[in-house]
């Protein structure tokens, strides 16, 4: 009962629209420490639309779709590992097996693939994914270095001291972030 409080409190703290699309994972959600480096990473005009526990490129993480990419983040990496601008996916494929399936999506000639997802959980997400999609502006949209420039320093170190506050952030990560945003300056 206390660890799904600390997991509550943890979400509570979030952006809004990432607690919310998080909060549907429940308790396979483990440690909500793992979307600490996501709001660093959204645009204020960006929303997130689902998120979902996954297998990309042989590491485990969670797989977040906003209605303009999809980002990837590995356990307790501060950057995402995939940074998938939505206009610049062609096609989407499904497929399951008994408990996990995977979404493969073809980006020209490459294939980016999520493996290991709930069961229950895949065909909602390619369902997303082709939602937004089809919403999604023509032109691509920013990469995360492009977006990280524009992200005031200071204002990022206020939101780190607050997610390490809240307990979100080990003081290790916290460090290391920290002196990621002083070698901007």
């Given at each position: 009962m206390?660890?799904?409080?600390?997991?509550?409190?943890a979400?509570?703290g979030?952006?809004?629209?990432?607690?919310?699309?998080?909060a549907?994972?429940?308790?396979?959600?483990?440690?909500?420490g793992?979307?600490?480096?996501?709001?660093s990473y959204?645009?204020?005009d960006?929303t997130?639309?689902?998120?979902?526990?996954?297998?990309?490129?042989?590491?485990?993480?969670?797989?977040?779709?906003?209605?303009?990419?999809?980002?990837?983040?590995?356990?307790?990496?501060?950057?995402?590992?995939?940074?998938l601008?939505l206009g610049?996916?062609?096609?989407?494929?499904?497929s399951?097996g008994?408990s996990?399936?995977?979404?493969a999506?073809?980006?020209?000639?490459?294939v980016v693939a999520?493996s290991r997802?709930?069961?229950?959980?895949?065909?909602?997400?390619a369902?997303a994914?082709?939602?937004?999609?089809?919403?999604?502006?023509d032109?691509?949209?920013?990469?995360?270095?492009?977006?990280?420039d524009?992200?005031d320093?200071f204002?990022?170190?206020?939101?780190?001291?607050?997610?390490?506050?809240r307990g979100?952030?080990?003081?290790?990560?916290?460090?290391?972030?920290?002196?990621?945003?002083?070698?901007?300056?």
């Amino acid at each position: 009962m206390a660890r799904e409080k600390d997991r509550s409190q943890a979400l509570a703290g979030l952006r809004p629209d990432l607690g919310t699309a998080a909060a549907r994972l429940g308790s396979r959600l483990r440690d909500p420490g793992e979307l600490a480096p996501v709001p660093s990473y959204l645009r204020d005009d960006e929303t997130v639309r689902f998120v979902v526990l996954g297998t990309h490129e042989r590491g485990g993480g969670v797989l977040i779709l906003t209605d303009a990419r999809l980002l990837f983040f590995l356990r307790r990496v501060m950057k995402p590992s995939l940074d998938l601008p939505l206009g610049r996916i062609d096609s989407l494929t499904t497929s399951s097996g008994l408990s996990t399936g995977e979404v493969a999506l073809r980006v020209g000639e490459n294939v980016v693939a999520v493996s290991r997802i709930v069961k229950g959980d895949v065909e909602p997400l390619a369902h997303a994914i082709r939602q937004a999609r089809e919403a999604a502006p023509d032109a691509p949209a920013p990469t995360s270095a492009d977006a990280a420039d524009t992200v005031d320093p200071f204002e990022a170190m206020e939101k780190l001291s607050a997610l390490r506050d809240r307990g979100v952030l080990t003081e290790a990560e916290f460090a290391a972030k920290k002196q990621e945003l002083l070698d901007r300056l």
